[in-house]
């Protein structure tokens, strides 16, 4: 049938030339110098050639369609490929930014937790020390109350605070006329 299936081979076209030849010399339709002309070897060399040519013809301008077709797909799937080379670049681009945007965050982070567990450190130590000197002075307060013969209720500094106060400034005051007094 099919030489490689693209062309015809030299044996199978001669044959069908032949059976077309034949066919033609078979009808009455065909007058006598028709059929003698058909019988003819050099027609029929001629046909043949004429036929082979027509079928290399055929075949090369359907492979040549086939080629351009072959050459369009080629074409879009390099396209194709290329946009998706240049997506995934950019994608490896976006990961890297965001892995390096992460790292210098890590590391800021880090650096400002260094600098603030410092600056918390200090801070507690201060406010402790001042606490600290709170509660002494808390305390000798206490004692100059007791002293003075004063009630007091220091558990907070609200109302009660300032009725101690009260009471104090009264006590001092008495203390102060009895002295004056005697």
Do not use: P, W
Request: charged share 40%; proline share 0%.
């Amino acid at each position: 049938m099919a030489k490689n299936d693209k062309t015809l081979n030299n044996v199978e076209l001669k044959q069908m030339v032949t059976d077309i030849i034949l066919e033609l010399s078979k009808s009455d339709s065909y007058s006598k110098e028709a059929k003698e002309f058909i019988a003819n070897d050099k027609f029929r060399q001629e046909a043949y050639g004429t036929l082979r040519d027509y079928m290399a013809e055929a075949i090369s301008s359907e492979m040549n369609k086939l080629r351009e077709e072959n050459r369009r797909d080629m074409a879009d799937c390099i396209r194709i490929c290329k946009n998706m080379n240049k997506r995934v670049y950019k994608m490896e681009n976006k990961i890297y930014n965001l892995k390096r945007d992460m790292q210098d965050f890590k590391e800021d982070f880090e650096d400002f937790k260094i600098r603030l567990g410092g600056n918390l450190d200090r801070a507690f130590s201060s406010v402790e020390k001042r606490m600290d000197s709170l509660k002494q002075s808390i305390k000798k307060l206490k004692e100059f109350v007791k002293l003075m013969g004063v009630d007091y209720h220091l558990t907070d500094f609200s109302d009660s605070f300032n009725k101690t106060m009260k009471n104090f400034k009264k006590a001092a005051s008495r203390k102060k006329n009895r002295y004056d007094n005697n």
